[in-house]
C-alpha cells in the first residue's frame, strides 16, 4: 500500500536552522513526499541534504517553486522581498508561499509590490523557536514541538490557503496563533528584539574594556545566562533591528528612561526604592514563567534567537 502524503512536495529558501528543523519535522511525520532544498551556498544545500532535511536541491527558482504545494521561505528578513519577486513569475494557483521572520509589516509591503495580483497565496508567519546555533547541523526534528507559530493573516488570504500552513505547523507540533501584523512587531519589539540588542550591546561593552580578558575570566553564569542570545546570527538580528527599527526605538528609549531611574534609585541609595524594583521584576518573571514556560515545556539553553 503506498504512503498517502497531505504535502506532494515543499520547497524551503534556506535550510538552516528554522528551515531545516521545518523539513525535518515534516519528513519525520511522514506528511511530504518530497523536500526541496534553495540556497545561496551549494555546499550548505549538500549538507542538508546528506542530513536528511531535504531530498533534492533546486537548481533554478522555476525547478524550485514548480509543483510545490507549499514554499516556505526561511532566509534573513531583508531577502525575502527579493525572493518573492524571484518567485512570481513561477507562482501557480496551487502553490502557497510562507515566511518564517521575526518581524512582519515590512515582509508584507515587500510581499505586496513582489506578488502584486498573486498577494493572496502568501501567509507571513513567524515560528517562535531558535538555538544560538545556526546551518543544516543545528536542525532539530523537535524544535516547534509546544512552541508559538504566529500567523498574520492577509484580508485577501483564503481560509483554505489559511488552513494549508496553519496544519503544516500544527504537524511540526507548534501551537498556532494570529497577531495582526503591527501589533506583532510592537510585541516581539519588546521582548525579543530589545533583549538581544541589550545582550548583544554588553557583550560588545565588555569586548571593547581594556581589561576584557580578566572581565570574560570571571564572569560565570549569571553573565552566561543574560548573554546567551549573543551568540545568536548577527546577520539575522542586524536585519531584524533595521526591518523593525520604529517599534524598537520606541522600546529603546523606555528602557533607557528605567534604566535611568534606576540609576537615580541607586545613586541615591533608595533601598525601599531598588528593592521594589527588583521584587515586581522577580514576581512578574515567576508568574509568566509558571503561566507560559511550564505549558510549552520548553529544552533549557536551546532557546534563542527567535
Known sequence: MSQHYSLKKISIFGVGL??????LALKNKGVVAEVMGVGRRRETLERAKSLGLIDSIAETIQDAVAGADLVL???????????LAAIAPHLSLDTVVTDAGSTKSDVVLAARHALGSKIA??????????????????????LYV??????????????????RVANAWEQCGALIHQLDAAEHDAVFAAVSHLPHLLAYALVDDIAARSNAETLFQYAASGFRDFTRIAG?????????ALANRPALLNELDSYIAQVTHLREVLAQQEAPGLEAIF???????????AAIEAAE?????EQGGD
Request: aromatic content about 4%; hydrophobic content about 40%.
Open 73 to 83: 521561505i526561511a532566509a534573513p528578513v531583508a531577502q525575502t522581498g527579493s525572493l
Open 121 to 142: 497565496q502568501f501567509v507571513p508567519a513567524h515560528p517562535i523557536a531558535g538555538r544560538e546555533q545556526n546551518g543544516p547541523e543545528a536542525a532539530l526534528s523537535n
Open 297 to 301: 515545556q520548553p529544552r533549557p539553553h
Open 232 to 240: 545568536s546570527s548577527p546577520e539575522m538580528w542586524r536585519d531584524i
Open 279 to 289: 521584587a515586581r521584576a522577580r514576581d512578574a518573571r515567576q508568574s509568566w514563567i
Open 146 to 163: 509546544g512552541k508559538k507559530v504566529i500567523l498574520t493573516p492577509l484580508q485577501e488570504n483564503l481560509p483554505s490557503t489559511l488552513a
Open 18 to 23: 528554522i528551515g531545516g528543523s521545518f523539513a
